[in-house]
């Protein structure tokens, strides 16, 4: 079985693997892998993390499951909330987001994990595509403790050496300090996972670098997809595959219609 | 000495705040800044519709705003958010009518967004907000100017009052003297968009007496709405089914609720 596992499905394991007892999970719209993730993580190695759902906190560790959702309020998922909270108060102790985490898309990324959730085209006026808008993610990413850039596809259209626009700041133009050199508190973004590899980021330059390539995926097909030159660690390593348990649990416990499989 | 009921001053009494969905479309003038909660006030924005106003600026997000640029009220757009979640990453309208040159965008951001909303609550000509800082939203948005803290020379974000002309908001029930209380939350954003616009005008599954309202003055998430507008039902069907009656009928008993589960 661990031979047979969809992309989806692994991604979602390697940023369970990720994420630690106690933490706080931010979960925005519309990311199924992120959605399993947390779950997977909570269940199997996380009592103690809170998770929250466009507003819904919640610790669901007594459950045997919880629920995918369909969209975006899901009854069957915020009904086990403990506490709710609306677009403006959510953002009333932004000083004790150390411990938080958060997981963002984007349009584009660069080379610095800055990424774009506003459009794409040269005019801001007469943009070629209109992208959703920045939701709350440049105060998220701004706050958080660390969040990872999660993507359904890895292309040269979307990773450019220069976001047309920048809707949360990541790395900026590079360097350890990158952030501090604006003032940002939170910890930035720490991997970027796609369905060919996962990325980190340099210490140095937090420059984009090859971490590990999902089984069967080779270097030269990332560099391919990739609209900017990949640093890599030597030796790259390969992703490592889920395990049965993993697998097992992911599709028992968390994701037992297959949303993730589809 | 207890007041008795009908107790007059000077021979008035005070004034009811009830009107219809016609009248409350018709505070809507063309041009104006209009904001939008969620759930959103369907019905509300149906008779604005219906009258074909024109060249709002619309505070909202979702499928309500969609419909609104839809219809052709819309000439700009506040705009945090404008996708549908899981499978609409964009509202077709939205993106359609802004790549087309049709309707501006203010750019911004939730946090963004309710500082806003919050320096026209307090008559203040900025509030300060640091989410943005370093991205490409004061570029695109002119009004948003970075600047120092005369404090500790942090670099932030000065973000202008967002004053609504007109709020419309969906809400569980009301008296007829504008005290409004939400039941099961008070909507995404609704208090914000409450206190910063000229006037508010709520639209209630029930209206309920001024002693019911009495009860309860904690559960009062609105002290002062300027108009109710009695909309059984009135948020449909843009609020999905299940949250819709969680937050707006939690009088109803399950065993009622499941005739529409």
Known sequence: MPNDYSLQELMAIV???????????????????VEAAVRLAHLRHGPNMELIFLGARMNVAHLYSLPMPAFGWDRRVVRWAESY??????????KDW????????GVQVDPYGNTNLIG????????????????????????VGRYYIVLNSHTPRIFVERCDYISSYGWGTGGADARRRVGLPGGGPKYCVTPLCVMDFADDTKRLRLHSLHAGVSEAEVRAQTGFALQTSTPIATTEPPSAEELHTLRTRVDPTGFLRR | MAYEKGFCVNGTERQPRIIDEVEAASWVQNGMTL????????ALLRHLIRRGVKDLTVIDSGLSLDLLIAAGCVRKVVSYYAGGGFGVPVAPSFRRAVERGEIEVWECEEGILTTGLQAAAQALPFLPWRGGVGTSLPEVNPDLKVFLDPLNGETLLAVPPLKPDVTLLHAAAADAYGNVQHLGGPGWIDLFLYRAADRTVVQVERVIANEEIRANPWATTIAGADAIVRAPYGSLSLSQLSVYFRLCLPSLSLSQLSVYL
């Open chain 1, 15 to 33: 940023l369970a693997r990720d994420l630690k007892d106690g933490e706080v999970l931010r979960v925005g719209v519309a990311m199924p892998v």
């Open chain 1, 120 to 143: 794409v085209g040269p005019d801001y006026h007469q943009l070629r595509f209109r992208g959703p808008g920045s939701v709350g993610t440049p105060t998220l990413s701004t706050h």
């Open chain 2, 35 to 42: 904001a939008v909660g969620s759930p959103a006030p369907m």
């Open chain 1, 98 to 105: 150390h411990n938080h985490v958060f997981f963002i898309g």
């Open chain 1, 85 to 94: 909270s609306d677009t403006g108060h959510r953002f009333e102790r932004l």
